[in-house]
Nanobody, 127 residues
Framework: QVQLVETGGGLVQAGGSLSLSCAGPGRVFSSYAMGWFRQAPGKEREFVAAINWNGDRTYYADSVKGRFTISRDNAKNAMFLEMDSLTPEDTAVYYC????????????????????WGKGTLVTISS
């Protein structure tokens, strides 16, 4: 059973920044593409950002492009999401996801293509 664990959620004022981390097993971080999804109250889970297996390709949803930065450190079996210029619309539970294969390229990850999920971490942005 693969376990992905998110950390770093919390409460931040609008305009602020927050960093999320995802940790997991080495066999996932060595070969899977990774990504972040989020689910706001009453809404469906949506794709946020993706990164290919070695971290040199990234892809973002239009809603976060230019504000969020995804990265990974395979040596530490970790992935990160740096979130800047946060707005109340970014309030959601954020989920770490892993999808096979890791690819050389990366695009938006479909919910159905995710092999492993984390349990999520809550991000709340106050106005």
């Amino acid at each position: 059973q693969v376990q992905l664990v998110e950390t770093g959620g919390g409460l931040v004022q609008a305009g602020g920044s927050l960093s999320l981390s995802c940790a997991g097993p080495g066999r996932v971080f060595s070969s899977y593409a990774m990504g972040w999804f989020r689910q706001a109250p009453g809404k469906e889970r949506e794709f946020v950002a993706a990164i290919n297996w070695n971290g040199d390709r990234t892809y973002y949803a239009d809603s976060v492009k230019g504000r969020f930065t995804i990265s990974r450190d395979n040596a530490k079996n970790a992935m990160f999401l740096e979130m800047d210029s946060l707005t109340p619309e970014d309030t959601a539970v954020y989920y770490c996801a892993a999808t096979w294969p890791g690819g050389p390229t990366v695009g938006p990850i479909s919910y159905d293509d995710v092999n492993y999920w984390g349990k999520g971490t809550l991000v709340t942005i106050s106005s």
